[in-house]
């Protein structure tokens, strides 16, 4: 991000004159509604009109009633849509250069000079050919007299954003391409259900999930279920994999294994390139093992469905940068994508992630199939090192004599088992002893320690809760007894897994070093809490559930509401005193407003946001989703809320209230919070190894730097690991939340789609990057 300061710039002035059209393009995800939505609202925001092509690009060869102009209620009760509801086609007239010509013609009638395309590669191949051969395509149609020279001159340049919808994410360059989430949540959901029918017979189930060209959603999915084996087209199996697969399968029986669980995707590969089917795979199994053996193909189940979460931030949030993009641009301005890397939105050229995009096939193509995981991204070649050391116990053949302990601390949520899962097999690999500890740090003072097996975490990455046990007791009280117990099991490093109070208890074993030796041990706190509110980390364990969770039971409420007519619902969240919830919630769900405690209001916010409500129910749009943080004021409670809108709103409209509670600390965890919690538990495992090495001295192990007790968080767009002490400086104890918090600059999307008249700072813009040298994080 650059500061580039605009005095003048009125971002609700930038559009005026301006036209938009977006159109959805190729195979259709969960999310691209989100972002066509968010396009619309935003591209309304600032004085522009804005187009809806329908049917992609045959909507815009063909013209008339396919570009028709996009309102603000046009696009409501969209966001929990999945597809596309403009509609997409693949459109073999768009190839022809008479196709584009027609295109252009349409456009240049309608005023039309930015062009907003949400698809795959080759949706955004195509729109860059266009916007390159639009010069000669307007010189083409006033020959031919279809325009004149004025409409040419008006619309002399073309700009043209795009936004990656593909559940694949084979898009080199983004961080996730939009509905590869939702993709991984259809499929998390079946193999859940698989598994349960699977240990009752003793089956192995042979799961094949889409992924013509990229292995993506298998790699991933075999990570979140901890499967026996995946295919990727990226990485075929070794010569002889056959047997390696059969005795794999042999060897988890004989340990007491009641299921297996294989993942093909649906373009996997031998060396040689000829095709591995799940037929043949099953086949193998059946002939040579005997083994009863199911075989499941997903198909289009993981295209459909309602967007997660995620999605439909990913998506509201490209929408608003993609008109950015446009209203910002310039003739020299290449063709940008528009995506998040982290939580940052970011720019890239076009032509440059499709060229990488089309390296990774040529290298495939070649047999560089080491080459190809490297192109896909640093992110996709750690996921699949870290699947290959987790997939299957190789632990070295000489021991360490280092023990190390995990624990869980605070309340429960989703992902902590993943995460426990991941610490327990990746320190058995590293040739540790490992040791679980109950119930927190009660557990520890008491004495509640024994050693774990990696048999013993056996799929513990779908279950929900604390597998542990976990308490919010802090160490304080107890140092004596824990020290006394960490002398006892001879524990040499502790991985603290928990929210808040798991922070603040690192905290204290620290400051306790000076009177306690034993406490002079390696230490890693890894976020884990619905709260999001663990000081050093953008995104903690179990916040991605209880979104999930949130986002759904909203989507009923309003579904209710649109029955009904004239109906508010106020929703309140948990969070403790961290808005994160509220406001992401909001955003997903498509709220009125969200309540939260670092953003304070008053009397007059809510007379607006009333307000603002009493002028909605004039429209179409008869529904009002209002989101309120549990802490977010003292005086102005849930009650008071409720109370103040059904008095206001009296004769016009009338107000629900739901308390959502623990239910967004339960169920199982998303394919998001499994992949976090494994990648966290095994990157800190790595961390105290080398930690401990350098912590050796004199025969004996002694930790007493600041960076010997960190916290493991993702910053920005990396796993970092951050001293403990130095994060105190950036903590509000009293309040339970970090001083500065990213999220909150995004609370003006928020406001801005549910049409407040608010200004968003366009004073901080987002610069173009490069992709061909860089190599982008993913979120999974």
């Given amino acids: 991000m650059s500061k580039d300061l605009h005095p003048t710039m009125d971002p609700t002035k930038m559009g005026l004159g301006r036209s938009i059209a977006v159109l959805t393009s190729g195979g259709d995800a969960q999310g691209m509604n989100a972002a066509v939505r968010a396009t619309v609202r935003v591209g309304l925001y600032t004085g522009a009109k804005v187009y809806f092509v329908h049917e992609g690009y045959q909507g815009l060869v063909d013209g008339g009633d396919n570009i028709r102009p996009a309102t603000w209620e046009s696009v409501s009760m969209m966001l ?24 252009a013609c349409n456009l240049v009638k309608l005023g039309i000079t930015n062009l907003c395309v949400i698809g795959g590669d080759g949706s955004l191949t195509g729109a860059n050919e266009f916007r390159t051969e639009w010069s000669g395509l307007l010189v083409d149609l006033v020959r031919t007299g279809k325009i004149t020279q004025e ?20 898009f080199c360059g983004t961080d996730m391409t939009i509905g590869t989430d939702s993709a991984l949540h259809r499929i998390i959901e079946v193999l859940d259900a698989i598994t349960t029918t699977a240990q009752s017979h003793q089956r192995t189930f042979i799961l094949e999930v889409m992924g013509r060209h990229c292995g993506y959603l298998a790699l991933v999915t075999a990570l979140a279920c901890g499967a026996d084996w995946v295919f990727i087209p990226e990485m075929p199996p070794d010569e002889g ?39 043949q795979i099953k086949k193998l199994v059946t002939d040579r093992l005997g083994f009863d053996t199911r075989t499941t193909v997903l198909g289009h189940v993981q295209r459909g469905g309602t967007p997660s979460a995620f999605d439909r931030i990913l998506g509201s949030r490209m929408g608003v940068e993609a008109v950015m993009a446009l209203l910002e641009a310039t003739p020299e301005t290449p063709a940008c994508v528009v995506s998040l890397s982290g939580n940052q939105a970011v720019r890239l050229p076009l032509m440059e992630c499709v060229q990488v995009t089309k390296d990774v ?34 632990p070295p053949d000489v021991k360490s004599n280092i023990n190390m302990a995990v624990m869980n601390v605070g309340a429960p949520c989703a992902g902590m088992n993943a995460a426990v899962r991941a610490t327990v097999r990746m320190g058995i690999i590293q040739g540790h002893t490992m040791f679980a500890i109950h119930d927190g740090f009660d557990g520890l003072a008491h004495g509640q320690i024994e050693p774990i097996t990696w048999n013993t975490v056996s799929g513990w990455t779908g279950k929900g809760g604390s597998m542990l046990g976990t308490k919010r007791t802090l160490p304080g009280k107890m140092l004596e ?73 909203c989507d009923r409420i309003k579904q209710s509401a649109a029955g009904t007519k004239r109906r508010v619902f106020i929703v309140e969240t948990m969070g403790g005193y961290c808005g994160y919830l509220a406001t992401m919630a909001g955003l997903a769900a498509g709220a009125d407003a969200a309540y939260i405690f670092e953003e304070k209001f008053t009397i007059r916010d809510l007379e607006v946001n009333v307000q ?67 990648k966290m538990g095994t ?71 549910a049409k407040y008249d608010i200004k968003l700072d366009t004073s901080e813009r987002t610069d173009m990057e490069h992709v061909v040298n860089k190599r982008v994080p993913v979120r999974m």
Avoid at 253 to 259: S, W, Y
Avoid at 371 to 393: P, Q
């Fill in 80 to 103: 929990q849509l999945g597809g596309t509801v403009i509609g997409s086609a693949r459109c073999k007239d768009f190839r022809s250069r008479e196709g584009r010509t027609k295109a």
């Fill in 361 to 394: 096939t040529a290298a495939m193509a070649q047999g560089k199939f080491e080459e190809a995981i490297k192109l896909r991204g640093r992110s996709f070649e750690n996921t699949w090192n870290t699947y290959k050391l987790l997939a299957h116990i190789n």
């Fill in 241 to 279: 994999w056959e047997d390696h697969l059969c005795r794999r399968l042999t060897d988890q029986r004989a340990r007491g294994c009641r299921l297996n669980v294989l993942i093909v995707a649906e373009g996997a590969i031998t060396s040689d390139g000829k095709p591995i089917t799940s037929d």
């Fill in 683 to 753: 990157k800190s495992i790595l961390w105290l190894t080398e930690k401990l090495k350098q912590c050796y001295r004199h025969g004996r192990i002694f930790a007493n730097t600041p960076d010997s007790a960190c916290v493991l968080g993702l910053k920005t767009r990396s796993l970092t690991f951050l001293p403990l002490v130095d994060l105190k400086a950036d903590t509000d104890f009293e309040h339970r939340i970090p001083k500065t918090q990213w999220w909150l600059k995004i609370r003006p999307i928020m406001k801005i789609l």
């Fill in 481 to 553: 007894e824990v020290s006394q117990n960490l002398a006892k099991f001879n524990i040499h490093a502790l991985v603290i897994i928990g929210g808040f109070e798991a922070y603040v208890g690192g905290l204290e074993l620290v400051q306790a070093r000076e009177k306690y030796e034993e406490m002079c041990i390696p230490m890693v706190v890894i976020p884990a809490t619905v709260s999001n509110n663990v000081p050093g980390s953008d995104f903690s364990i179990g916040t991605d559930t209880a979104l999930n969770t949130i986002t759904s039971t």
């Fill in 612 to 678: 603002h409500l009493l002028e909605k129910m004039k429209t179409t749009v008869k529904r009002g989703l209002v989101l309120r943080n549990e802490n977010c004021s003292a005086n102005y409670s849930t009650d008071f809320i409720f109370n103040l809108y059904s008095e206001e709103g009296r004769g016009v409209f009338d107000c629900r209230k739901n308390v959502l509670g623990h239910m967004q600390q339960g169920g199982t965890p998303t394919p998001f919070d499994r992949n976090f919690g494994t």
């Fill in 151 to 170: 409409e040419a001159k008006k619309s002399s340049h073309l700009n043209i954003v795009g936004m990656v919808g593909s559940i694949d994410n084979d």
